[in-house]
């Protein structure tokens, strides 16, 4: 996947913007097949896992466009699949996120039970045990697809950001978080700018700490995965790429 371009709170876009906005992640290919509006008469989504980077991306451009146009299909939830999946799992995306609750990956992009590996912690913030969670699902479970989803509004972002206006101390586990974001606090600009800005500059900075690992990097470098950064604008349900 591909580096992208920031945004702050954006207003409810076009079908033709949302469609361009995506294509960004999955390249021009993937634009015509992929994040196309979800109608009442489409089949339900296909059992078969996705198995390229641009396919994921292709169904969680999808899964994201039903979502916020209130067409979820609510996948992978029948009783068949629940028996399905309690000897084998096969997710097709790694998805990283903040731990606010407004903000479950699964909703957000209209997936089911099986179909994503969600990892949380505040901020995105990358420790080993996130980082050793998100390894497992690429190098044990071959997904081709890890996105670092940012949001609109980040609580642990603010905090981080007035804590160092301020030189306040957090409670200790609250300042880890903050001393794991403060280093790309974007200080160029003032108030909520600062906080907009800042929540698309840890999401790249995760995303590049996650590429750099070598075991995942050897894989991007031959084509079977791809690590991504992305954003939730809460005011309009879309995700779009951070670049």
Known sequence: MNDVAT???KPAASPARRTLLWAGLTG????????????????????????????????????????????????????????????????????????????????VFDQGLGDLLTVRSAGEVLDEAVLGS????????AIPLVVVLGHQSCGAVRAAVEADLTGKHLPDHIQYLADEIRPVIDRRVEGDAR????????V????????????LASRITDGRLAVVGARYELSSQLVHRVA
């Open 7 to 9: 945004s702050s709170q």
């Open 28 to 107: 021009a290919a993937a634009l015509a097949a992929g994040a196309a509006p979800a109608t009442a008469a489409e089949p339900p989504l296909a059992r078969r896992r996705p198995t390229t980077p641009d396919e994921a991306l292709r169904v969680l451009a999808g899964g994201n466009e039903r979502w916020r146009t209130y067409r979820e299909r609510h996948p992978d939830e029948t009783p068949a699949i629940r028996r399905e999946l309690t000897t084998s799992q096969h997710p097709f995306a790694v998805v990283l996120g903040c731990v606010d609750s407004r903000v479950p990956p699964e909703l």
């Open 134 to 141: 998100v390894a497992y699902g690429v190098l044990e479970l």
């Open 195 to 202: 906080i907009d800005a800042t929540i698309d500059a840890q």
């Open 204 to 215: 790249r900075r995760v995303r590049d700490r996650l590429a750099a690992q070598p075991d």
